[in-house]
């Protein structure tokens, strides 16, 4: 119940096209969905993150769209740059408090690749 | 200049030799953790801290300790009881106040290769 998962595996795009990766979750104590950018050989970075009280975030060319009843979100790149060439995490976590408090459970990651 | 520095880059150790990589932050920040990195896997907790000279285990803490004696620091011992040790290694730290505990700042990281 505490697992996120998260699709596709991988994903190419051409530059200007809007690549979407999905991530779906199960336990309903989850109220804080955050998507983080890695590049090769580096930590990851949060680029995005959205809490279940709206539908959809929009940041720059990055948006996230949830669906609480489906227990879905996804991310949206739009005008997708080869620069975006990167592996995305979703990732989920629970206000609930006591030790499981700031815990992240993460997608197992897909790696984006945009073609000039 | 604010961060979290993870040394070294890259580890070598040979089996059955028990290593311990280094965390450091200097963003004020209560709460710290080590993830795992595996091609395919994700980030896999391996342990975590809210506080100074408390910690918890994650989801993949056998054959790892840890320690939390100060605020700044979160060290990571792998231990040669550990199966599969050769992976890349992540610390990352958030602050508790309302809001930003889930905005975790990750290191550089460190792969290890145990040979």
């Known amino acids: 119940q505490q697992q996120v998962k998260q699709s596709p595996q991988s994903l190419i795009v051409q530059k200007g096209g809007i690549p979407i990766i999905n991530c779906a979750y199960e336990?309903?104590?989850?109220?804080?969905f955050p998507w983080y950018q890695q590049f090769p050989g580096k930590g990851p970075a949060l680029l995005i993150a959205i809490r279940p009280d709206v539908s959809e975030k929009k940041e720059g060319r990055f948006t996230i769209s949830f669906n609480k009843s489906a227990k879905q979100f996804s991310l949206h790149i739009m005008d997708s740059q080869p620069g975006d060439s990167a592996t995305y995490f979703c990732a989920a976590g629970s206000s609930a408090g006591g030790t499981s408090y700031g815990k992240l459970t993460f997608g197992q990651g897909t790696i984006l690749t945009v073609h000039p | 200049d604010g961060g979290i520095t993870q040394s070294p880059k890259y580890l070598f150790r040979k089996e059955g030799q028990n290593v311990t990589l280094s965390c450091e932050q200097n963003?004020?920040?209560?709460?710290m953790y080590w993830y795992r990195q595996d091609p395919g896997q994700g980030l896999r907790l391996i342990y975590y801290s809210q506080i100074v000279n408390d910690f918890q285990k994650g989801d993949i803490a056998e054959g790892y300790s840890v320690s939390r004696e100060k605020k700044e620091s979160f060290p990571l011992t792998v231990t040669s009881a550990q199966k599969n040790p050769t992976a890349f290694y992540l610390c990352a730290s958030s602050s508790p106040y309302r809001g930003k505990a889930y905005e975790q700042y990750f290191g550089p990281g460190t792969r290890l290769t145990v040979t």
């Open positions: 963003l004020n920040h209560d709460a």
């Open positions: 336990n309903t104590a989850f109220d804080y």
